[in-house]
């Protein structure tokens, strides 16, 4: 379905990856594949990286806080210049959702790999982002008509939404700085709380307010739009497995969607975008409940969990990002995409499986599994030290199946074939997630884990 590799002139001669771990391999494995040469950026500390290892070129663009290295926009811009790279493919996290970032990219006349700085920065700032879906027609979560400041606000804004309530930073991410209330004691306490939180983390104190829904799922759909007006949907994944808000154990088909509910989907979010006229890749993230879908936010890159979609598609959607940034057409329509088997993404991260402490250092092992069914997304190594200053994720074990059973039956063998040694991971967590009833059985909310685990500190 997606244009075979080699078929087509190069697009782009060179591509400036300006990320690191597994998703800048992914990217360069892409490129590779379409015979674009790679330049892979790393810090002081990622010098051993297989990113390096395997690009074409490689620069060095400063010591090991990202704030020196993948998020020093004027080192990234001098890389690509000196190595005369035409795109940056900003991979997932750092400054892919920067839109002072992207607008500088073009200002120097290169490609950025992603959509319109405008487009970045309306869905960057969440209340923006859901008043932009409310005109689209989009259904969003019940919440504040914009940020709440004063206490007058926070509490007239409750008495429209009802309790609980949560209040969660406007330029948020990553599941942190987000509160409960239960009423307008613990509101009022927690507003100042959230604010002092997200002027911390953000360097933006603004809050707003939702509706806390009590047992619903994590329903995201995959977009790609091409800059000839075509909007084609690939499905949705199911994230409903996190902690800290944060996702775990990833899904594609959706155990607890219907065909209808998944049309009714792809309908509604094709069209929004065909509105706003997108560009690129995207993901619209919903909760699911009851029956229905309300919008929560829409991230504006490619994702971690883009792999479950490219099993259950076959479509190779980095390679599509790459096509459609140089500005070519879209390689199939809605109606090629077929939904077929079922696959799970398994986040392993290098913690302790029971604390959740950080666990970086050599790597004094490595056997990653295979066989029909597997896919493993990792920049891991024998003899690799994994370095303390960035995300814990270290690998995704990617597992297809024609049903969700056969899907689940592998993820298990996978899991037991897995080996890492020297480091904490995260595998122990999943080896049991696995073999869960409610896992098994495809019952369960975004706040079936935090319970589990809860029960079994009991
Ligand atoms: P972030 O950008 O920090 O990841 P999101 O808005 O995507 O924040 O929310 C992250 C997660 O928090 C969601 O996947 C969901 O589990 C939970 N969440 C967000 N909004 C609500 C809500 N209104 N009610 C219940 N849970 C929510």
């Not at 696995?434 to 009991?458: C, F, P, R, V």
Request: net charge negative; glycine share 8%; with cysteine.
């Amino acid at each position: 379905m997606t244009t075979p590799a080699h078929t087509e002139k190069p697009l782009f001669k060179k591509i400036l990856i300006a990320n690191r771990g597994e998703i800048a391999l992914r990217i360069l494995r892409a490129c590779r594949e379409m015979g674009i040469k790679t330049v892979a950026v790393h810090s002081t500390a990622d010098s051993d990286s297989m990113h390096v290892r395997l690009a074409d070129e490689s620069v060095c663009i400063g010591s090991a806080p990202s704030k020196n290295s993948y998020l020093n926009m004027a080192a990234l811009i001098s890389a690509a210049e000196v190595t005369g790279a035409e795109a940056i493919h900003p991979g997932v996290g750092f400054l892919s959702e920067n839109e002072k970032f992207a607008a500088m990219v073009e200002e120097h006349k290169m490609t950025f790999i992603g959509p319109t700085p405008h487009h970045i920065a309306i869905m960057g700032d969440k209340i923006s982002a859901k008043n932009t879906m409310i005109a689209l027609g989009v259904p969003v979560v019940p919440g504040s008509a914009g940020s709440v400041s004063t206490d007058e606000e926070a509490l007239s804004a409750a008495k429209a939404i009802g309790y609980p309530i949560l209040i969660k930073a406007t330029s948020g991410g990553g599941g942190k700085g987000m509160k409960v209330a239960h009423n307008d004691d613990e509101l009022l306490a927690n507003v100042r709380l959230a604010k002092i939180e997200a002027k911390a983390n953000f360097g933006n104190d603004e809050v707003y307010m939702e509706r806390y829904l009590g047992a619903p799922r994590h329903i995201e759909v995959q977009i790609i739009c091409d800059t000839h007006g075509n909007v084609v949907h690939l499905g949705e994944r199911d994230c409903s497995i996190q902690r800290r808000h944060q996702k775990v154990w990833e899904e594609a088909p959706s155990p607890g969607l219907t065909q209808k509910d998944r049309e009714r989907l792809g309908d509604i979010v094709t069209q929004a975008m065909q509105k706003m006229g997108y560009r690129g890749v995207g993901t619209l993230e919903f909760l699911f409940e009851k029956g229905e879908f309300f919008f929560m936010e829409m991230n504006t890159r490619i994702q971690v969990e883009h792999p479950i979609t490219e099993m259950v598609t076959g479509v190779d959607l980095v390679r599509e990002q790459i096509r459609v940034a140089a500005g070519h057409k879209l390689s199939f329509t809605q109606e090629d995409i077929n939904i077929k088997g079922h696959a799970i993404e398994c986040r392993i991260n290098a913690e302790d499986a029971v604390t959740f402490i950080p666990s970086p250092g050599k790597v004094t092992g490595y056997h990653a599994p295979g066989g029909i069914g597997i896919r493993v997304d990792s920049h891991l190594y024998h003899g690799y030290t994994v370095p303390p200053h960035y995300d814990s994720l270290v690998s995704k074990l990617i597992v297809f199946g024609d049903t969700r059973e056969e899907c689940l039956t592998r993820v298990e063998r996978a899991l037991f074939e897995y080996a890492i040694d020297g480091i904490s991971t995260t595998i122990p967590l999943h080896q049991r997630l696995a073999k869960e009833k409610d896992i098994q059985s495809g019952d369960y909310t975004i706040h079936w884990l935090e319970k589990k685990l809860k029960e079994n500190e009991a």
